[in-house]
């Protein structure tokens, strides 16, 4: 039996209405809430990540106690090293991150953006001091 009662409230969000942060997991990226962890009482949560600085060190190695986790490329492409496997997710690609996959974001592009859900709201990332494969480097962006 649950502890506490279960929170779904209506959230309609306008684009006008996001609020751009730093604030997020990752400095080098903004992001913008889409108010899903207030409506479903932290059970979920889904925000746009878009890429603010250009790659250099990338996230390191890692993996998130979550049990759901989809990232949706809507702009650009991100690459990813999961577990051993270099993967590239492109525009239009959705990736579900099975719980507890070890995974580096390690290269995007500059328009790069994604919604990302994951529950619970308040998931723990974990780091990992050594991965499992070599992380390849990132490409440079162009000069503006």
Not at 44 to 51: D, F, K, P
Not at 53 to 66: N, Q, S, V
Not at 80 to 106: N, S, W
Not at 112 to 139: N, R
């Amino acid at each position: 039996m649950l502890d506490k009662p279960i929170v779904n409230k209506f959230s309609h969000v306008k684009p006008e209405d996001l609020k751009v942060s730093g604030d997020g997991l990752r400095d080098f990226f903004l992001y913008r809430d889409l108010g899903i962890a207030e409506a479903t009482g932290g059970r979920v949560i889904a925000h746009l990540v878009t890429a603010n600085t250009a790659p250099t060190i990338g996230t390191g190695w890692h993996y998130h106690e979550a049990d759901f986790h989809i990232v949706m490329m809507l702009k650009g492409w991100a690459k990813f090293m999961y577990e051993d496997k270099e993967t590239l997710v492109a525009a239009g690609d959705c990736v579900h991150q099975r719980p507890g996959i070890v995974h580096y974001l390690f290269d995007y592009s500059p328009d790069m953006e994604y919604l990302e859900v994951v529950g619970p709201a308040d998931f723990p990332t974990i780091e990992v001091a050594k991965g499992p494969a070599p992380v390849p480097t990132p490409t440079p962006w162009p000069s503006m």
